[in-house]
């Protein structure tokens, strides 16, 4: 299986407001950006929409390490938070439905025939992807609104 990095990042004006994501594949020293908008969005579902489209963007099976400056996606694959809400019928440990399960199932369907790790970097920090996947989200934001992300 080929080795690939993934970064990725989201970012919104507002929240909910104009959102953008952005991942940066990295595959044998080479580099693949890419970035999209939606005007009505979390921060949470831009954050969840980088990794899908990180995911979707491998043209075949890989073995994935996935950087996110996000807790609440780390903290699901890394420790065990998305097995526990499949076995509870998608609700969380207060009982309520877990928010964005479109995305959850994307990303667990986009992930089933790759090898995927979830690994936290802090966001804002001297992290060169996860600025540049920062700065990609940000941009998709204002050239789309004219706002800042």
Known sequence: MKKVTAYTDGACSH???????????IY????????GFEPETT?????????????????EPC???????????HNAFEKGWIERWQRNGWKTA???PVENQDLWLG???ASAVHRVRYNKVKGHADDKYNNMC??????AIKENTGKQG
């Open 107 to 109: 990303i667990l369907e």
């Open 43 to 59: 921060n949470n579902r831009m954050e969840l929409t980088a990794v899908l489209e990180a995911l979707k963007a491998l043209k």
């Open 63 to 73: 073995e994935v390490d996935i950087y996110t400056d996000s807790a609440y996606i």
């Open 15 to 25: 929240n909910p407001g104009p959102g953008g994501w952005a991942a940066v594949l």
């Open 28 to 35: 044998k020293g080479r580099e693949k950006a890419f970035s």
């Open 134 to 139: 920062d700065e990609l989200a940000r941009k």
């Open 94 to 96: 207060a009982k309520q």
